[in-house]
Nanobody, 124 residues
Framework: QAPLVESGGGSVQPGESLKLACTPS????????VDWYRQPPGKEREAVAT???????NYTDSVKGRFTISRDSGKNTVYLQMNSLKPEDTAIYYC??????????????????WGQGTQVTVSS
């Protein structure tokens, strides 16, 4: 089983919203930091948003003001709230996380993991 699970993709019309979620599978891992990427059809994968250990968020220019990345530590989940969606946001969205074994802590067990991707389609 993949260490990361994404959910929340779907098909919407322009101007609508979706909320993606990224969470470790099982209960062995905790999230240190997360990057959301997307890969539009026929294009390269690009970084969309990042949230650091201290919850500092950064966004690529094309989504600033429309997307919000956030963390719910209690649920061990990072979200990407996407508002005012445009057709050019159509892509497979991937979560990349720095995870660590909860029992060991990040100093000795930090590693990178990717989710399987979730499709977001924005079309009228």
């Amino acid at each position: 089983q993949a260490p990361l699970v994404e959910s929340g993709g779907g098909s919407v019309q322009p101007g609508e919203s979706l909320k993606l979620a990224c969470t470790p599978s099982g209960n062995l891992f905790s999230i240190f930091a997360v990057d959301w990427y997307r890969q539009p059809p026929g294009k390269e994968r690009e970084a969309v948003a990042t949230i650091t250990r201290s919850d500092t968020a950064n966004y690529t220019d094309s989504v600033k003001g429309r997307f919000t990345i956030s963390r719910d530590s209690g649920k061990n989940t990072v979200y990407l709230q996407m508002n005012s969606l445009k057709p050019e946001d159509t892509a497979i969205y991937y979560c990349k996380a720095k995870l660590y074994y909860t029992d060991l802590g990040p100093r000795v067990s930090l590693f990178d993991a990717w989710g399987q991707g979730t499709q977001v389609t924005v079309s009228s």
